[in-house]
């Protein structure tokens, strides 16, 4: 599949529109001028074209069948993330449309493949996270999608998507509202590893950060969500713009929701 101009998440939202998402995001291709392909058990290495294998969590399918092991989908200014579970899958964002062929790739090399995708997990509406979702549920033929039930209406998809709130479960995972970037904002928090997908509750493009103000719906909501998410002390957080943050986590956040009013 053929790439577009580089694009960055400001032109992109400020183009597309925060809640369309649809038939015209499918020709946009995920990558931007800073992307950065991932190396697997470690950091991000610069350069890259955003795109192909991702960072891992050092855990495959070939595992522990309980064992959750995650993957990341580097789509440049935005990510995406596989989750495994023995040879059953979720993915958790979808990226801009023409995401699919990178998340599939990405898949492919964890294990489980398009067929052991059980569960695509938006966590909100905006185009950059599930631009791709009418595409993955096709090649994902077994799985059911998800979005936070408050941006559920917003969410244009081939097939149905369940409305999922805070306390939800679904495969294993715990479901914690978030609301403030969107009134539906949901992210994703597995006990046992502490494992938090924060979607972009949380950024880490700098430093650890909250939701971006300019892309924010309610920035008092957004704050509040940040501390809910501290409580939890993750041991490691997935976010949607930036790298994974796997050093001294839960200190990191404790600061930043200290920080914030």
């Not at 925060?18 to 950091?43: F, I, N, Q, Y």
């Not at 855990?59 to 064992?67: E, F, L, M, Q």
């Amino acid at each position: 599949m053929g790439r577009a101009r580089p694009v960055g998440r400001r032109w992109f939202l400020s183009t597309v529109g925060r809640g369309a998402v649809g038939v015209a995001l499918l020709g946009v291709a995920a990558c931007s001028d800073d992307g950065s392909a991932g190396e697997a058990g470690g950091g991000t290495t610069p350069g890259g074209d955003g795109g192909g294998t991702g960072e891992q969590s050092g855990g495959t399918s070939g595992g522990s069948p309980g064992t959750l092991a995650w993957s990341r989908v580097d789509l440049g200014f935005v990510s995406a993330y596989v989750l495994v579970r023995g040879n059953e899958a979720a993915v958790v964002d979808t990226g801009v449309g023409g995401s699919a062929d990178e998340i599939g790739a990405v898949l492919d090399e964890a294990g489980p493949g398009w067929a052991g995708v059980r569960h695509v997990v938006l966590t909100h509406k905006h185009p950059d996270h599930a631009g791709s979702i009418s595409d993955v549920l096709a090649e994902a033929t077994r799985a059911k999608g998800y979005v936070g039930t408050a941006d559920l209406s917003e969410v244009d998809a081939s097939r149905p998507l369940t409305g999922l709130d805070d306390g939800a479960v679904v495969f294993g995972l715990q479901v914690v509202g978030t609301p403030g970037h969107t009134a539906g904002h949901i992210a994703v928090f597995e006990p046992e590893t502490r494992l938090l997908v924060a979607g972009d509750a949380l950024n880490n493009e700098d430093s650890l950060a909250g939701s971006n103000p300019q892309f924010t719906e309610d920035e008092t909501a957004a704050n509040a969500s940040v501390r809910k998410l501290a409580a939890l002390r993750p041991r490691t957080i997935l976010v949607g713009h930036g790298d994974p943050v796997r050093s001294s986590t839960a200190a990191q956040l404790q600061q930043l929701a200290a920080s914030l009013s």
